[in-house]
Structures are given as C-alpha cells and as structure tokens.
C-alpha cells in the first residue's frame, strides 16, 4: 500500500508492506504468520453454573460449553471444577462429553464405563469427618487431542449412575452453603 504525505518539501512518500498492515475497508489484519507454533493457546472460553440441584437422577448435565476450534489439528484442554456434597451413598461416577461422546473414560465399578471418575463414598466418608454442611471441589483436567474439526463443538459435563448428589450446595439445605461450578476450554495449537 503506498502512502504520500502532501506538503511540498516535507512530502513523504513509500511503501508498507502489504503483511504488517490492516486493511482499512474490512478492519481485519490480510495476511497472518505463516505457522503457528505447537502449544499456542488460540482461545479460551469458560462457562460457569450456580444453579443448585438436589438430584437421585442417574443422569444429569452439570455444565455445557461450546468451542469452535480454528484448525482441526488443535486439541482442546477441559479444565472442570465441581461443588459437591451429598448425604448418602453416592454410587455414581462423572462423564465428560464431546457433542454425544464420552471421552476420558476409564472402567469404574460404581458406574458405566462412559466416566472419568466413580465414587462410592467418596462424598460422605473422606479423610476426616464431613457433614450435611460441607461442598467439596471436585476437578479434573482433560486434553482432548481427538477433535479433526473447525465447526462449533459442545463439552458437557454430566451425571452417571448418581444415586443421590448435592450440586453447588450443601445436604442441609440451598441455604447452607454453596458454590459456583466451572468449564473452562482452551484451543491448543496442534
């Protein structure tokens, strides 16, 4: 793009080369690096959920986020903390899925095999003693290396098996302690 100042001696004239520069009609840089080194974070994204549940549902969805990779040869970290409590037996696992698919998942005894995580009572008997007050964090850190596409791409996290589970508050009650539940994605540069 050539520029020239008017102004007779002061007069200025030149070149800008063409990718160092933002197109003035459309606003947007023309020309972008040639490569993008692997391990660059391209974006992040992060929902987040306050809303309570008091569920004995085998399957409820915790927290939605949706991501739309830039390149099909990037993975998308999933970064997921939970508040929970519960006031019985849990027996249930957590299971983090891409669109439909559970990824992640390992073989679990108190749940199918689409979780990442099974408890048995993990929420009512941990090292020291707990009550009907206590919301524990739960998190987990995913990379998902396997996504091959630039469209929109859901991450949920979701319930399995649960027999009874306390979601961003306490056994007692809505009003006896709570938390706020996050997702968080990051595209990583493949």
């Known amino acids: 793009m050539a520029i020239t100042r008017l102004g007779g001696a002061n007069a200025i004239t030149g070149t800008i080369p063409q990718g160092n520069i933002a197109n003035a009609s459309l606003g947007a840089v023309t020309a972008l690096p040639a490569a993008i080194p692997t391990g ?17 549902n085998a399957s409820d969805t915790l927290l939605t986020k949706a991501i739309t990779p830039t390149a099909t040869s990037s993975s998308i970290l999933c970064m997921i903390t939970l508040w929970m409590g519960a006031d019985t037996n849990s027996n249930g696992g957590i299971k983090l899925l891409r ?5 992640g998942a390992s073989s679990n005894p108190y749940s199918s095999s689409n979780t990442f995580w099974s ?53 007692a009650s809505a009003n006896a302690g709570d938390g706020t539940s996050t997702i968080t994605l990051m595209e990583i540069a493949g």
């Open 40 to 56: 660059k974070v391209l974006q992040t994204v992060m929902g987040s959920s306050d809303t309570q549940l008091s569920s004995s």
């Open 99 to 103: 669109d439909s698919t559970a990824i």
């Open 119 to 171: 408890s048995d009572n993990f929420l009512t008997d941990p090292p020291g003693s707990i009550d009907q007050y206590t919301v524990l964090p739960f998190s987990w850190t995913f990379l998902d290396t396997g996504i091959s596409t630039t469209s929109s791409t859901t991450y949920s996290v979701a319930t399995d098996s649960f027999t009874q589970l306390y979601y961003n508050r306490a056994a």
